[in-house]
């Protein structure tokens, strides 16, 4: 927490406002590009072991390669783009967000590297995007066509089952891009976590023992006899009786009400 506060004062004179609307203004111009020319896309993507013979370039324009082709598509996908990375920097502030990004660039192009035959895409530092977005905003309901509200919660559990399965059947590159927007996700998200288990586990304790509370509540005797510690419990047919002056009040068995000595009817409240 403390290396992440000292990031985060060194970034402060050079973050970036509305940092989304130039990433999403680059893939604009990305697109238009690849519509003229659809070879440039071979040159767009990040693929180490051409940067490793000096194509350098890769570095920043993997960041350039939009998410589709298909203009409605990406209208959309810029939309929630936007809308998910302006809640987060308002959320934030634009310096922790700024540092958000570029921690994810970082990692995406270090994890690339791993595998330097493979080429890496923007899509899963989006995806991290994403996951930030709905831990912080479970709730927010958003309308697929237009049409069907879907909490993003339950988006978001969809993309952790996928990230799950591309982990276990995809492709190296791509297991590779997952953990590094899951690292991404973890590394400002960690304590929140942390403290999420801790509640659920303080909670599922405090649950415990209010059930347990209540079953010895329930198995709990009613009337006890002084004497021979008889209860309605083990004996649900025998009477009891308690004296009102005795001091304090105590309860007897029918069995051992004969020989009490204050056997006189006003001093006797009788109880099943």
Partial sequence: MRLMQRLERV???????????????GQAIGWLLLQNQP???????????????????RLFSFLLDPPTSQPIFLF???????????????????????????????????SSFIVPGGHATNSFLAGSVFLAFADLFPNFVIYIFFILPVRIKWLALL??????????????MERIM?????????????????????????????????????????????????????????????E???????????????AHLAGHPHQRPRAILGLK
């Fill in 240 to 254: 009891f009786r308690y004296c009102t002056e005795c001091q304090p009040t105590r309860c007897f068995c029918a």
């Fill in 159 to 172: 993309a952790w089952i996928g990230y799950g399965y591309v982990l276990v059947m995809g492709a190296p």
């Fill in 76 to 110: 959309f996908a810029f939309y929630m783009f936007w809308l998910m990375s302006n809640a987060l920097e308002h959320q934030w502030g634009t310096v922790r967000f700024n540092l958000y990004l570029l921690v994810g660039y970082l990692v995406t192009i270090a």
């Fill in 178 to 238: 997952v953990l590094a927007a899951i690292a991404n996700f973890l590394l400002f998200f960690w304590r929140d976590i942390r403290d999420r288990i801790r509640r659920g586990r303080h909670r599922m304790k405090q649950q415990t023992r209010q059930i347990k509370s209540r079953a010895v509540e329930k198995d709990a005797a009613f009337h006890t006899c002084a004497l021979c510690g008889i209860t309605d419990r083990t004996h649900p047919t025998m």
């Fill in 11 to 25: 970034l402060r004179p050079f973050a970036i406002p509305n940092l989304a609307l130039y990433l999403i203004a």
């Fill in 39 to 57: 070879e440039l896309a071979a040159n767009l993507r990040l693929i180490p072991s051409r940067v490793l013979q000096g194509e350098v370039w």
